[in-house]
């Protein structure tokens, strides 16, 4: 009577270490699946961080064209791109705009450089042809706030043809002008404040040697545009026009604003020069007799 008691208690003996192991078993396989599905989500995004690191690290260099191009209205292109975002090369390109014919690019290649400095962006930029040195851009980004600030090299920054102006279609591909645009400035800078832009500083754009296919003078003189930012006007940019000396007098005053440029200027010939002079002050303004008004804007 005895045996069959002994069996049964052998036999529940191995069974009840079965039966509280199984839980166990069941929590380490439900650990390893988090712990693996985890392992997943890090792997995942891991993946997707260093994607993202590349596509920044080898952005092409079209990004940065396409966002010049929609900045200007299209009116400054940077064409046949090379390299990247952070280091490449363009042939600068002036238009009249979208759906406009007229097209004037610069000889020469424009190359630049990104780079982190500090909290803001350093642009460096270099051309041959064009520009004096090296030419740096500093930007500092914010929420709500931004600042571009203009390094100048001793001297002048940057010379162009003035045919180059040519692309931008009217008037400027009627007059045809030649000679040369000069950029020069102490310093310069522009802040993007809650949607508006204030300007601290000035810049000169010198024309000098002008001259005109609808004139008969080998010259029409030098001029100088300056604008300057004036902080009793919440920075916005006053523009000033005179004339250094030459046939063609120039002069007028006007300011740039979030409404865009507004200038009013006049255009007079000297005295022995009325007759070499009268088509191009029939385009340059409207005529009211011996002067030719000037009003943009």
């Not at 191995?14 to 985890?38: C, I, K």
């Not at 890090?42 to 952005?59: K, Q, S, Y």
Request: aromatic share 8%; charged share 15%; glycine share 14%.
């Amino acid at each position: 009577m005895r045996l069959p008691l002994k069996r049964f208690a052998r036999g529940a003996g191995r069974t009840a270490p079965a039966s509280l192991h199984w839980p166990e078993s069941t929590y380490a396989h439900q650990s390893w699946e988090r712990a693996r599905a985890a392992s997943a989500r890090w792997a995942i995004a891991g993946a997707v961080l260093g994607a993202l690191i590349g596509v920044v690290a080898f952005a092409p260099a079209s990004w940065l064209t396409g966002a010049v191009a929609s900045a200007s209205g299209e009116r400054l292109l940077l064409a046949d791109a090379r390299g990247t975002v952070w280091s490449g090369s363009a042939v600068p390109v002036l238009t009249g705009g979208p759906g406009s014919r007229d097209a004037a690019a610069l000889p020469g290649r424009l190359s630049w450089t990104l780079g982190w400095r500090g909290a803001g962006l350093v642009v460096r930029a270099t051309q041959d042809c064009c520009l004096n040195g090296v030419l740096t851009l500093r930007v500092n980004p914010g929420l709500s706030r931004w600042t571009v600030t203009l390094v100048p090299p001793p001297g002048w920054i940057g010379q162009w043809p003035s045919a180059w102006l040519g692309g931008l279609g009217t008037p400027w591909n009627t007059l045809q002008l030649g000679g040369s645009l000069r950029l020069l400035s102490p310093g310069f800078s522009l802040e993007w404040i809650a949607g508006r832009w204030r300007a601290n500083g000035s810049l000169d754009i010198e024309l000098a040697n002008a001259s005109s296919r609808l004139s008969t003078l080998e010259t029409l003189g030098n001029y100088r545009l300056r604008l300057v930012g004036d902080p009793a006007n919440a920075g916005q940019p006053t523009l000033n026009l005179s004339t250094q000396d030459g046939a063609l007098q120039l002069s007028g005053d006007g300011s740039w604003g979030p409404g865009g440029v507004r200038f009013r200027g006049e255009a007079r010939a000297a005295p022995s020069d009325e007759t070499a002079l009268a088509n191009l002050l029939n385009i340059i303004g409207r005529r009211d007799g011996a002067r030719s008004v000037i009003s943009i804007g």
